[in-house]
């Protein structure tokens, strides 16, 4: 803070005394005058018209300073230093001719383009946005080894369409132009992105690969294991520091083997390199960790029963699951030789492929399994429930779970594969409350349920409708 002694203005009796001597100078000036004229007979009407003359040309001035003065607009647009309201930028800004009109609806578009770097090559995309009457609110730059990337949050008229748009920015001078639709979610700036990214990652394995997706767009990312649920090599590795391949990341997984990461339609810049390494190191010096917390709840005859979620170190009690589970289960579960259901758990239990709830009796059994794998686009739900625990609501309350984590997570879909004499697995999909298709291949059976209605009614993080068996407590 200042105070107001250190605030006020200088004294400085030198400009005092300059503009004292000018006023005694022009009282004695128009004196003289005043005598040469006023002593002859026409000095009055010569005085008079004098003050007329002075006083009209005083008007004229004033007029003409505010008609064609550089002054800033009425709305406070900062002027530009060729007397434009704003430049280029405060073109975009103002949509041209009088900007986006209030009433008027519009919507939100990410864009991406390359440009030369040189100057005014920015300036020629804000003009060309100016004229579309387009706002911009946010944007970014990836310097490249030739030209920049420069990455838009717009604001345009509904009616504009991306071809037009597309047309518009070719001509300004962009390339390799990419536009989708964006949301609200999109006008989070990167580094507070980055910050909310770091922490879920910090508080979950899990989120490793739903953070990279979110960082970087619609993309494909797959966990590439470097021994196989067999245990023979796949030969799946990557360098420390990553390689990046145009439309392709290959960043080395710090459970083992690699993460891929693919964006077939836009190339990935070094800057969302950098930030995707940043994101696996800090998983990588965190080390295994899964969320440690648990819902108790108590079956309709009384039996209670711990929800918690599962890990590697769970992997002995599931081993002991199988052997307790009849053939019939493990059948109905895996699809394939019951004799290999063990080697799926070490990939099952993994947080990089997704995430896995164990029920838990009072004594500590393991008594049922739930898994959320991510599957590259899409994403699996998958359930196992001991024999003698089954049709007691327990598939459908670790079903109900799931979704709300994929709910959570952004997923559009989950998917089940099972066979139509899994009747027990069919009606807690149905009991989802959501819509469901089914597909028949072979006597497989997928079942997938669409969520994107569901989120906007759970608000994007709440448990979608499903039946429980239990009171919480």
């Keep these: ?74 709305d406070g ?25 209030g009433a008027e609806e519009t919507a939100l578009w990410r864009m991406r383009t390359t440009v030369r770097d040189a100057p005014g090559s920015l300036a020629a995309l ?36 991306a071809q037009e748009l597309s047309r518009e920015i070719a001509a ?6 990419w536009i989708e639709r964006a949301d609200a979610h999109d006008l989070v700036d990167v580094p507070t992105r980055m910050l909310s990214l770091a922490t879920r990652t910090a508080l979950d ?13 619609r993309c494909t990312i797959h966990s590439l294991p470097a021994v196989s649920v067999t245990g023979r090599p796949t030969g799946e590795s990557a360098p420390v520091e990553g ?21 077939p339609y836009l190339p990935f810049t070094p800057t969302e390199f950098a930030r995707a390494r940043a994101l696996v190191e800090l998983d990588a010096r965190l080390g295994p960790r899964v969320p440690r917390g648990e819902d108790v709840l108590t079956l309709p005859e009384g039996n209670e029963i711990t929800v918690r979620r599962a890990d590697h170190g769970d992997l002995a009690a599931a081993r002991a699951l199988h052997d307790r589970c009849s053939q019939r289960t493990l059948g109905l ?47 699996e739900v998958a359930l196992l429930v001991e024999d003698d625990w089954q049709r007691r609501g327990i598939g459908s309350e670790l ?40 597909q028949i291949e072979e006597g497989t059976l997928v079942i997938t349920a669409r969520l994107a209605s569901d989120r906007s009614r759970a608000g994007g993080s709440g448990r979608p409708a499903a039946p429980t068996e239990g009171a919480r407590r």
């Design 1 to 74: 803070m200042t105070s107001a002694k250190t605030a006020r203005r200088p004294h400085h009796w030198r400009r005092d005394l300059i503009e004292l001597a000018a006023l005694f100078t022009a009282v004695a000036v128009a004196d003289a005058i005043a005598n040469l004229i006023g002593h002859q007979p026409d000095g009055p009407f010569l005085l008079v018209a004098s003050a007329v003359v002075l006083a009209a040309t005083a008007a004229f001035h004033t007029w003409w300073a505010r008609r064609h003065s550089h002054a800033p607009p009425s």
């Design 77 to 101: 647009t900062p002027a530009a230093p060729d007397g434009t309201a704003g430049g280029a930028a405060g073109a975009a800004r103002g949509g041209g001719a009088g900007g986006i009109a």
């Design 126 to 161: 804000c003009l060309a946005l100016a004229g579309l009457r387009v706002d911009i609110l946010t944007l970014g730059t990836h310097p490249l080894a030739r030209g920049t990337v420069d990455e838009f949050l717009l604001r345009a008229p509904a009616s504009l369409q």
């Design 172 to 177: 300004a001078g962009g390339t390799s132009t």
């Design 205 to 217: 394995a899990a989120e490793l690969p739903l953070a990279l997706r979110q960082l970087l767009g």
């Design 243 to 263: 390689v990046l391949e145009e439309t392709v990341m290959r960043l080395r997984d710090p459970s083992g083997g690699v993460i891929s990461v693919e964006r």
């Design 333 to 379: 579960r895996y699809h394939g030789p019951v004799a290999d259901a063990d080697r799926y758990l070490d990939h099952l239990l993994s947080p990089r492929f997704g995430r896995t709830l164990a029920v838990q009796t009072a004594s500590g059994k393991l008594v049922a399994l739930g898994h959320l794998l991510w599957d590259g686009d899409e994403t």
């Design 399 to 438: 079903l109900g779970r799931l979704v709300a984590l994929a709910v959570e997570a952004g997923c559009d879909s989950v998917y089940a594969v099972t066979q139509s004499r899994n009747t027990g697995m069919v009606a807690a999909m149905r009991g989802l409350g959501l819509p469901l298709d089914y």
